[in-house]
Each structure stands twice: as structure tokens, then as C-alpha cells.
């Protein structure tokens, strides 16, 4: 290929729209997520297990072996925590990047460490090595930007990768052409960038301390508003951005530990105060975190399904009986909603904005209470590890009443709702699409053939990625998709955000589906 048709081809790989952008931005924030997920549970059970009133009701626990394994899963969960910034910095232009992302990902680990050796020059040679914010950052002494600087340099590498990516250099300097050159424009440009950090890092960081102290202000309303923000932009993919700036930067909170270390992000503070024992833990940061989602997620979206149950036509109700108990398990004990959200998010908006309002108000409610209850996803599992397991400085016993309510309004609304206006949620169509839905399809190769030709066949598809539920795709023309097609293979739903930006929804088998597609493509 020539150089002109490289260049070409890299220049049409690297437009993105603004859609495309920012859902490839929210969906990368699920690979860092997901570790600080799995090891702040393995936290929650180390730090339940070597406590002093755990061992007092359980003495056999005391045994030193055991002792050793369980302050062995703290110290190997404190990873997540530690490095955060790092696993941004790497996950953002590994996901977001459509070829290469080997060298997408090790562009982004080159331009974290050259971003602090830029600061380090800078601090160094104006002699202000004493700032505030200074703090040792894979042996490098620089400045502390948190996971927000490792969020900055995710988003220039991965701009740094498309423009580089297809290089052609004379031919005296063709061994660094192409993909090679990404890691040395990666360091050029982050060491550069580097050098900036000192100068306007301040004001990033008043800016993000006005969104804080703008949430900390609306006093009770605060967790309201992120409970029922979130829900809000889950339709279009970007509520990890909004949840990302609530758990890791200040607008989440802040705090100076006792080593004279300062702590961002609610997420952040929980794990910081959690570590160090029970009495440390506040429930003024624990009020954005899981507590907020359980009464919702736990028992709200239950009622929710037991309420399309009933309403089904009674010939249809076993049929949708799978479908919306793998839903219910989904939420209350994975922490996903979107399977049974995307039922009823576009037949019944109304209903949508009432789950919204009662996201919100269950945010509110759970840190009027005083409830202390961390980690992110807000299920059973959360539940029993952060809340029961460790005691009733928690508590968690609060969740069941405040969850019965919700099970009580949710069930009675959605139920009058759905049978005063008719509204067509699975059972009541008389159709064969309920049982193609959410994780109930089959997800074998003819599946995907079918998928990909109500899509508009591979020529159609311009690019093909995945979340946790949804096929995230990039196409020529979204007017070509057939939408029945599409819910006939296996989709709850398509949602066309633009005429080339379209989502899929699937379910928790999205992956296996992805990946019959790609093979067909």
C-alpha cells in the first residue's frame, strides 16, 4: 500500500464524532472499574474477618494462618487502589483505540511515567520541590493529579496513537515508522505536557473543587442529584463519566490522612477510612456509593418485574418468566440494570423518569439515615460484605425496611401503569420477542448471522465494540438497521444516538455475541 493510501486510511480511522467519543470514553472506564470492584470486596472480606469484634464472635478465626490469608487479601487489594491513575492512563486509549491496541496500551504506561518525569523537571529545576501536591509516583517525585491525570493522559495517548499510528518516514528513519512511532511521539508529548502540569494543575483543580463544593452545598439534595444523574445518562452511555468524577477526583470529596496524604473521590476516601477500621469510615462519603443504589437495584427493579410478570397475559407468563428473573438476578445480584431498564426505557419513558426520581431519593435517603455502606455496585454482594459483614456500625438493617418500600411503590406503580396505558412490556404483545430478549437468545453462529445482516451486514459496520450489556457500534448508515430483526436475534433493544452511532442491547452474553460477529466480519 502506498504512502498516500495509508495516510488516508489513518485519516479516516481517526475521525470520531462526538457521540462515538464519549461512550468510547465511559465504556473504558469499566476495565479499571471492574478490578477496584473485584478487589474492594476482597478488602471488605479481609478487613471483616481480621476485625477484633469478628474474632470475638468467632474465635476460631483468630488462628494464625488464617489471620495471614486474610491480611494477605488486603495488602494484595490495596493494587486497585494504589494505582488507579495508572489503570486509567493504560485503559482509556486500550479501549478507545479501533486497531493496535497493544500499542495503544503500552503508549499509555510510556506516557504516564514521562508526564511525571515531566513535572519532576520542572519542580526541579525552579527549585519548588516543596509543593503541596508532591508525592512520590512510581519512584518519581511529582505532583498528586489523581485519577484525573491519569484520565488527561489516556486521552491524549489514544489522540497520539490514531495520528501516529500510520507514520511513513524517510527511509533513513523507516525502522521508527509506523506503530513504533507512537511510544516516542507518546514521550515527547507527555514529557512536554509534563512541564505544563505545575502551571495550570491549580486551576484544574479549583475547577473540580467548585463541582464539589456545588454538590456539598445542595446539602441532602447532593446524593439526589448523582443518584438521579446517573440514571439519566445511562441511556446515552456516559454515566461513567459523571460516576468516574464523583468516585476519583475532589468534586466526591477530600481529605488529608494523618501521614499528610490527600485522598480524592468518595470511592477513594470510603477505601482509605475503610482500611483503617470502622470507627474511621464517614457516612458523608459513603452516601454516593453502593447504599444509594440498593433500595433501586435490590428491590425496586424487583417489584419492577414481578409488576410486567403479572401484568402478562397468562398464556405469555411463562414464557417471560426467564427472561425477567435472569433480569432481577442481573441487578440485585451483579449490579447491572440495563437488561431489565431497556424493557421499559422506550415503550414507557415515563416509567423511566420514575425509576430516575426513585434512584435519586434512594441516594438521599440512605445517607439521611446515616447508613455506611461503600464499594460501587450497590448488590447483594455489597451488601452482605460492606454492610452485614462488618456489624451494625453499618447499618445495614436500615436497607430491608427502605428496600420493602421500595418494592411496595415501584411494583404498585408500575403495574397501574402498565395496564392503564397498554403499554406492550414483555407478555402483553402476543408476539415471540419476549423470549429472544435479554441473555434468553442463543448466541450461537447463525444467531450472529442474523444479527449482523439486520445491522445492514458487514459492509454496514464501520466499527464493532461492547460494554457490559451492549454492542456499541460505529456504521455507514443507521436508516438501513432493521429494529424488529435485530430484537428478533437476541436484542432487548437498538438505540440509534445519530445516523452512524447505534447501540445494541443484549444483555450479560454481549461478549459471546460480539465475538460471533467479529468472526463473520
Same mark, same amino acid.
Given at each position: 500500500?502506498?504512502?498516500?493510501?495509508?495516510?488516508?486510511?489513518?485519516?479516516?480511522?481517526?475521525?470520531?464524532?462526538?457521540?462515538?467519543?464519549?461512550?468510547?470514553?465511559?465504556?473504558?472506564?469499566?476495565?479499571?472499574?471492574?478490578?477496584?470492584?473485584?478487589?474492594?470486596?476482597?478488602?471488605?472480606?479481609?478487613?471483616?474477618?481480621?476485625?477484633?469484634?469478628?474474632?470475638?464472635?468467632?474465635?476460631?478465626?483468630?488462628?494464625?494462618?488464617?489471620?495471614?490469608?486474610?491480611?494477605?487479601?488486603?495488602?494484595?487489594?490495596?493494587?486497585?487502589?494504589?494505582? $488507579?491513575?495508572?489503570?486509567?492512563?493504560?485503559?482509556?486509549?486500550?479501549?478507545?483505540?479501533?486497531?493496535?491496541?497493544?500499542?495503544?496500551?503500552?503508549?499509555?504506561?510510556?506516557?504516564?511515567?514521562?508526564?511525571?518525569?515531566?513535572?519532576?523537571?520542572?519542580?526541579?529545576?525552579?527549585?519548588?520541590?516543596?509543593?503541596?501536591?508532591?508525592?512520590?509516583?512510581?519512584?518519581?517525585?511529582?505532583?498528586?493529579?489523581?485519577?484525573?491525570?491519569?484520565?488527561?493522559?489516556?486521552?491524549?495517548?489514544?489522540?497520539?496513537?490514531?495520528?501516529?499510528?500510520?507514520?511513513?518516514?524517510?527511509?533513513?528513519?523507516?525502522?521508527?515508522?509506523?506503530?513504533?512511532?507512537?511510544?516516542?511521539?507518546?514521550?515527547?508529548?507527555?514529557?512536554?505536557?509534563?512541564?505544563?502540569?505545575?502551571?495550570?494543575?491549580?486551576?484544574?483543580?479549583?475547577?473540580?473543587?467548585?463541582?464539589?463544593?456545588?454538590?456539598?452545598?445542595?446539602?441532602?439534595?447532593?446524593?439526589?442529584?448523582?443518584?438521579?444523574?446517573?440514571?439519566?445518562?445511562?441511556?446515552?452511555?456516559? !454515566?461513567?463519566? $459523571?460516576?468516574?468524577?464523583?468516585?476519583?477526583?475532589?468534586?466526591?470529596?477530600?481529605?488529608?490522612?494523618?501521614?499528610?496524604?490527600?485522598?480524592?473521590?468518595?470511592?477513594?476516601?470510603?477505601?482509605?477510612?475503610?482500611?483503617?477500621?470502622?470507627? !474511621?469510615?464517614?457516612?458523608?462519603?459513603?452516601?454516593?456509593?453502593?447504599?444509594?443504589?440498593?433500595?433501586?437495584?435490590?428491590?425496586?427493579?424487583?417489584?419492577?418485574?414481578?409488576?410486567?410478570?403479572?401484568?402478562?397475559?397468562?398464556?405469555?407468563?411463562?414464557?417471560?418468566?426467564?427472561?425477567?428473573?435472569?433480569?432481577?438476578?442481573?441487578?440485585?445480584?451483579?449490579?447491572?440494570?440495563?437488561?431489565?431498564?431497556?424493557?421499559?426505557?422506550?415503550?414507557?419513558?415515563?416509567?423511566?423518569?420514575? !425509576?430516575?426520581?426513585?434512584?435519586?431519593?434512594?441516594?438521599?435517603?440512605?445517607?439521611?439515615?446515616?447508613?455506611?455502606?461503600?464499594?460501587?455496585?450497590?448488590?447483594?454482594?455489597?451488601?452482605?460484605?460492606?454492610?452485614?459483614?462488618?456489624?451494625?456500625?453499618?447499618?445495614?438493617?436500615?436497607?430491608?425496611?427502605?428496600?420493602?418500600?421500595?418494592?411496595?411503590?415501584?411494583?404498585?406503580?408500575?403495574?397501574?401503569?402498565?395496564?392503564?396505558?397498554?403499554?406492550?412490556?414483555?407478555?402483553?404483545?402476543?408476539?415471540?420477542?419476549?423470549?429472544?430478549?435479554?441473555?434468553?437468545?442463543?448466541?450461537?453462529?447463525?444467531?450472529?448471522?442474523?444479527?449482523?445482516?439486520?445491522?445492514?451486514?458487514?459492509?454496514?459496520?464501520?466499527?464493532?465494540?461492547?460494554?457490559?450489556?451492549?454492542?456499541?457500534?460505529?456504521?455507514?448508515?443507521?436508516?438501513?438497521?432493521?429494529?424488529?430483526?435485530?430484537?428478533?436475534?437476541?436484542?432487548?433493544?437498538?438505540?440509534?444516538?445519530?445516523?452512524?452511532?447505534?447501540?445494541?442491547?443484549?444483555?450479560?452474553?454481549?461478549?459471546?455475541?460480539?465475538?460471533?460477529?467479529?468472526?463473520?466480519?
Amino acid at each position: 500500500m502506498s504512502s498516500e493510501a495509508l495516510n488516508v486510511k489513518g485519516a479516516e480511522r481517526s475521525r470520531v464524532s462526538g457521540w462515538e467519543f464519549f461512550q468510547s470514553l465511559g465504556k473504558t472506564f469499566m476495565l479499571p472499574v471492574a478490578l477496584l470492584a473485584a478487589m474492594g470486596i476482597l478488602l471488605g472480606i479481609g478487613a471483616a474477618f481480621t476485625g477484633g469484634t469478628t474474632i470475638e464472635m468467632f474465635p476460631f478465626l483468630g488462628n494464625p494462618v488464617l489471620q495471614f490469608i486474610f491480611n494477605f487479601m488486603i495488602k494484595v487489594s490495596l493494587v486497585a487502589f494504589i494505582f $488507579l491513575p495508572l489503570m486509567f492512563a493504560v485503559a482509556i486509549p486500550l479501549g478507545m483505540a479501533r486497531e493496535n491496541k497493544e500499542i495503544a496500551a503500552f503508549a499509555g504506561l510510556i506516557g504516564y511515567i514521562s508526564l511525571q518525569l515531566g513535572v519532576n523537571f520542572h519542580l526541579t529545576a525552579r527549585g519548588i520541590m516543596d509543593v503541596t501536591d508532591k508525592k512520590m509516583i512510581m519512584g518519581i517525585e511529582s505532583i498528586d493529579t489523581g485519577a484525573l491525570g491519569g484520565l488527561i493522559v489516556g486521552i491524549l495517548v489514544y489522540f497520539i496513537h490514531e495520528r501516529f499510528q500510520y507514520i511513513e518516514l524517510p527511509d533513513a528513519f523507516s525502522f521508527f515508522g509506523g506503530t513504533r512511532f507512537v511510544a516516542i511521539a507518546t514521550v515527547v508529548v507527555m514529557s512536554a505536557v509534563g512541564l505544563t502540569v505545575p502551571l495550570i494543575w491549580p486551576y484544574f483543580a479549583a475547577g473540580i473543587g467548585a463541582v464539589g463544593a456545588g454538590i456539598q452545598k445542595a446539602g441532602i439534595f447532593g446524593p439526589f442529584l448523582f443518584g438521579a444523574g446517573e440514571r439519566l445518562l445511562l441511556p446515552f452511555g456516559l !454515566h461513567h463519566i $459523571l460516576v468516574a468524577t464523583i468516585r476519583f477526583t475532589e468534586a466526591g470529596g477530600q481529605i488529608i490522612t494523618s501521614s499528610g496524604e490527600t485522598i480524592s473521590g468518595a470511592l477513594n476516601i470510603f477505601y482509605n477510612q475503610f482500611a483503617q477500621g470502622p470507627s !474511621h469510615v464517614s457516612p458523608e462519603y459513603t452516601r454516593f456509593l453502593s447504599q444509594g443504589k440498593m433500595p433501586t437495584f435490590i428491590f425496586g427493579l424487583s417489584g419492577a418485574a414481578l409488576a410486567m410478570y403479572r401484568s402478562a397475559f397468562a398464556e405469555n407468563r411463562t414464557k417471560v418468566k426467564g427472561l425477567l428473573i435472569s433480569a432481577v438476578v442481573a441487578a440485585a445480584v451483579g449490579g447491572i440494570t440495563e437488561p431489565i431498564e431497556f424493557i421499559f426505557l422506550f415503550i414507557a419513558p415515563a416509567l423511566y423518569l420514575f !425509576h430516575t426520581v426513585m434512584t435519586g431519593l434512594g441516594f438521599m435517603v440512605m445517607g439521611l439515615l446515616g447508613v455506611a455502606i461503600g464499594n460501587t455496585d450497590g448488590n447483594i454482594i455489597d451488601f452482605l460484605v460492606f454492610g452485614v459483614l462488618q456489624g451494625m456500625w453499618t447499618k445495614w438493617y436500615l436497607v430491608i425496611p427502605v428496600g420493602g418500600i421500595w418494592f411496595g411503590i415501584y411494583y404498585t406503580v408500575f403495574k397501574w401503569y402498565i395496564e392503564k396505558y397498554n403499554i406492550l412490556t414483555p407478555g402483553r404483545d402476543n408476539s415471540d420477542q419476549a423470549s429472544n430478549a435479554v441473555d434468553s437468545g442463543d448466541m450461537a453462529g447463525y444467531t450472529a448471522k442474523i444479527m449482523l445482516e439486520a445491522l445492514g451486514g458487514k459492509e454496514n459496520i464501520v466499527t464493532l465494540d461492547n460494554c457490559i450489556t451492549r454492542l456499541r457500534l460505529v456504521v455507514k448508515d443507521a436508516n438501513v438497521i432493521h429494529v424488529e430483526a435485530v430484537k428478533s436475534a437476541g436484542a432487548v433493544n437498538v438505540v440509534k444516538l445519530s445516523d452512524t452511532n447505534v447501540q445494541v442491547i443484549i444483555g450479560t452474553k454481549v461478549q459471546v455475541m460480539k465475538k460471533q460477529m467479529q468472526k463473520l466480519i
